[in-house]
T-cell receptor, first 111, second 113 residues
Framework: QKEVEQNSGPLSVPEGAIASLNCTYSDRGSQSFFWYRQYSGKSPELIMSIYSNGDKEDGRFTAQLNKASQYVSLLIRDSQPSDSATYLCAVNTEGTYKYIFGTGTRLKVLA | SAVISQKPSRDICQRGTSLTIQCQVDSQVTMMFWYRQQPGQSLTLIATANQGSEATYESGFVIDKFPISRPNLTFSTLTVSNMSPEDSSIYLC??????????FGPGTRLLVL
């Protein structure tokens, strides 16, 4: 059974701090990794994708991938109250169409 | 990216009835999917909607309960049949763009009484 694990939270950080969200996966054949943000009552919105080891930065967001340790993380710098949402990690294995989603981490940014 | 619309956005239905949800993508896409998200839970894949052929269902989901159509590369429907309160959920349509990145529609909130 391929799994994606996330801490459900809530993770509370003060405004302006760095929020660090972590995700581990079980399938070593995983090739593509995604972070989705989901506001309450809304559908998931893609915010980052990463495919190779290392860091990928996009504005205030940095995705980090370590395939040897089978984890992927998302850092949110200068966290804002508007970042408060559930963040879903998703993993895809090359050659398959299925994304495996984690259960999500609820982030609360305190003003 | 792919822009996806769904309708209805929400509905309240009686037990034993059926509801058909429509999904429209703004461009031709190869892969379309249907997910369910129950309150406080993550996403569960129901099936892959295949253009011109029967959908591919995941374990625990069957065609009689969730018939799916996909007549072309931009449109799909999911029917929730013979509904019970346990079917109350958010149903999400998704599609891959050309880079095989998955995007989601706004979802359909279903409440079965």
């Amino acid at each position: 059974q391929k799994e994606v694990e996330q801490n459900s939270g809530p993770l509370s950080v003060p405004e302006g701090a760095i929020a660090s969200l972590n995700c581990t996966y079980s399938d070593r054949g995983s090739q593509s990794f995604f972070w989705y943000r989901q506001y309450s009552g809304k559908s998931p919105e893609l915010i980052m994708s990463i495919y190779s080891n290392g860091d990928k930065e996009d504005g205030r967001f940095t995705a980090q991938l370590n395939k040897a340790s089978q984890y992927v993380s998302l850092l949110i710098r200068d966290s804002q109250p508007s970042d408060s949402a559930t963040y879903l990690c998703a993993v895809n294995t090359e050659g398959t169409y299925k994304y495996i989603f984690g259960t999500g981490t609820r982030l609360k940014v305190l003003a | 990216s792919a822009v996806i619309s769904q309708k209805p956005s929400r509905d309240i239905c009686q037990r034993g009835t059926s509801l058909t949800i429509q999904c429209q993508v703004d461009s031709q896409v190869t892969m379309m999917f249907w997910y369910r998200q129950q309150p406080g839970q993550s996403l569960t894949l129901i099936a892959t909607a295949n253009q011109g052929s029967e959908a591919t269902y995941e374990s625990g989901f069957v065609i009689d309960k969730f018939p799916i159509s996909r007549p072309n590369l931009t449109f799909s429907t999911l029917t929730v049949s013979n509904m019970s309160p346990e079917d109350s959920s958010i149903y999400l349509c998704s599609a891959w763009d050309r880079e095989e990145t998955q995007y989601f529609g706004p979802g359909t909130r279903l409440l079965v009484l």
